[in-house]
């Protein structure tokens, strides 16, 4: 059974830091991309970054480019979001969510993904 779940939000003050964790089980998780993404409230979920099978990075939006970055535990099966500058725009449900097939490259598009996991909330307020 295929499972991500995150953890790691919260509520943070403007200017902060955060670490988003992507725990999964259930699957081959070495050849698989993992993309993180976010839904604000009244929009869109969007994607923001993925890595890939080779430890490839792909931004899906430049507003957290130079601020979030994204990494992979092979042996823990594990991705994680660190997310430093955190400005209230980023008040946000954080999804991470696995790519369709083994060796995929990444993809910005909701439906390339099959397996989400319930989100983690991420609060930036002062």
């Known amino acids: 059974q295929v499972q991500l779940v995150e953890s790691g939000g919260g509520l943070v003050q403007p200017g902060g830091s955060l670490t988003l964790s992507c725990a999964t089980s259930?699957?081959?998780?070495?050849?698989?991309?993992i993309s993180w993404f976010r839904q604000a409230p009244g929009k869109e979920r969007e994607g923001i970054l993925c890595?890939?099978?080779?430890?490839?990075?792909?931004f899906y939006t430049d507003r957290v480019r130079g601020r979030f970055t994204i990494s992979r535990d092979n042996v823990k099966k594990m991705v994680y979001l660190q997310m430093n500058s955190l400005k209230p725009e980023d008040t946000a449900v954080y999804y991470c969510?696995?790519?369709?097939?083994?060796?995929?490259?990444?993809?910005?598009?909701?439906?390339?993904?099959?397996?989400w996991g319930q989100g983690t909330q991420v609060t930036v307020s002062s």
């Open positions: 969510a696995r790519r369709q097939e083994q060796y995929y490259d990444c993809s910005g598009f909701v439906s390339s993904y099959d397996s």
């Open positions: 890595i890939n099978y080779r430890n490839g990075r792909t």
């Open positions: 259930g699957f081959a998780f070495d050849y698989y991309a």
